[in-house]
């Protein structure tokens, strides 16, 4: 596609359900992030893919997260057991080299 | 850790005023992105930095390396300015980005 497209753009969960959100990326590009970014803040990072390999997960904030690529393309983020602070939009962005490209983001409200 | 910082926060400017937004960082970078945020969540790169200065439109960005910070400004401002406008940093060549929380601009016709 043209650009990184994430699905659904807007969920509501009921505390306590688990959810997947989306990302599909630019075609070809082997990096891939995943950002949250609270109301009236700036992202914060969460993980990160080269290809299907996660090289870095120390922003997640608990271990109720978790994401996947397994074919080194599209990747999704779970939480599990959704909590109110998990509110937030989730931002998946991806590089080729190192300008990175952002979805629209999917907001997360949880009631 | 490194650190962004942004300041300010919020800025109202009429049509036509020079901007200016600040941001400086903590820790020695590969890069300096300066991002815009639309309401809906969508964010555009505007610039990639690290060293000097760049320009684009009525955009111009600029960068110290030793005094570790940087400057966006805007030219000529217009209402279609209006936007949240991030600075965020990237330690090493295709890492992570840390960013600031933004700077909210407002222009009034």
């Known amino acids: 596609g043209a650009g990184v497209s994430q699905s659904p753009r807007y969920k509501v969960a009921k505390r306590g359900q688990d959810v997947a959100l989306r990302c599909d990326p630019i075609s070809g590009h082997v990096s891939l992030f995943w950002y949250q970014q609270a109301l009236g803040q700036g992202p914060e990072f969460l993980t990160y893919?080269?290809?299907?390999?996660?090289?870095?997960k120390s922003g997640l904030p608990s271990d109720r997260f978790f994401a996947e690529r397994p074919e080194g393309s599209v990747s999704t983020l779970k939480i599990q057991r959704t909590q109110q602070e998990d509110s937030a939009v989730y931002l998946c962005?991806?590089?080729?080299?190192?300008?990175?490209?952002f979805g629209p983001g999917t907001r997360l409200t949880v009631l | 850790k490194n650190e962004v910082e942004q300041s300010p926060q919020n800025l109202t400017a009429q049509e036509g005023e020079f901007i200016t937004i600040n941001c400086s960082y903590s820790v020695g970078i590969s890069a300096l992105h300066w991002l815009q945020q639309h309401p809906g969540g969508g964010i555009v790169s505007l610039f990639m930095?690290?060293?000097g200065k760049k320009k684009h439109g009525r955009l111009i960005a600029t960068i110290n390396i030793q005094e570790k910070h940087s400057s966006l400004h805007i030219t000529a401002s217009h209402p279609r300015d209006s936007a949240v406008y991030i600075c965020a940093s990237e330690e090493t060549s295709g890492s992570r980005l840390t960013f600031g929380e933004g700077t909210q601009l407002t222009v009034n016709p």
């Open positions: 962005a991806s590089s080729f080299y190192n300008e990175q490209f």
């Open positions: 930095l690290s060293s």
């Open positions: 893919f080269q290809n299907e390999a996660q090289l870095d």
